[in-house]
């Protein structure tokens, strides 16, 4: 509904309050209000690291935080009620998944890979891949808004994309998803890094040979 010219006009009204009055505002696709994210939809975690990080800096004036430490929800090991390791760290257990397939030589990558730029308008762009062998990967794109809330766009938008990244692969051994060769997913790589300014390169590089 957001791409009817009555629902611009409305979210562009939006957008004129919050900056002037200085309120966050944060919008998230319905696709992602699934609790598939360690058992969280992403609204949830953005919350819940919005109050987080609130407490934090509220440790750092009072001297319970060293004051040069940065706030950061994945370094977050343990919270009470909740029985996970690192429980604001979506990725964590597809990370380990794929390190082990990695070890078992099923796939060459050891942890994923990720591009994202952005664009004029301050919104972000991504691509994240994986190598299964010198010839052939699976890759997947993604995107998210700017947003006036506290939350790394970046590094909500690389979380997001290996979800979908780790499905690809899912899909792919399961004999319903197929790879796509190395020289494509440098193509579009290429593709990203000439139409977006970059904002965040993780894995030590935009290839590996």
């Known amino acids: 509904f957001h791409r009817t010219e009555t ?4 979210d562009e009204i939006k957008n004129r309050l919050v900056k002037r009055f200085d309120l966050p505002l944060l919008r998230i696709n319905s696709l992602y209000l699934e609790e598939k994210y360690r058992n969280l ?5 953005c919350v819940e690291v919005w109050f987080l990080a609130e407490y934090f800096y509220e440790a750092q004036e009072n001297g319970i935080v060293p004051y040069d430490e940065p706030f950061s929800p994945e370094s977050i090991f343990s919270l009470s009620g909740n029985e996970k390791k690192f429980p604001f760290f979506l990725s964590f257990d597809i990370r380990n998944e794929i390190r082990k397939l990695s070890e078992k030589k099923q796939i ?6 990720a591009w994202i730029g952005t664009d004029n308008n301050g919104n972000y762009y991504g691509i994240s891949w994986l190598y299964i062998d010198n010839e052939t990967g699976v890759f997947t794109t993604s995107g998210i808004k700017g947003q006036r809330f506290p939350v790394s766009e970046s590094e909500l938008l690389e979380e997001i994309m290996i979800f979908d990244l780790y499905e690809q692969l899912l899909g792919f051994f399961n004999n319903k998803r197929r790879s796509v060769s190395n020289r494509e997913i440098f193509k579009r790589i290429n593709e990203f890094e000439k139409k977006y300014r970059i904002a965040l390169v ?7 040979d």
């Open 7 to 10: 629902q611009k006009f409305r």
């Open 202 to 208: 993780s894995s030590g590089g935009a290839r590996e």
């Open 41 to 45: 939809d992403l609204l949830s975690w």
């Open 108 to 113: 060459k990558s050891l942890i994923p890979n």
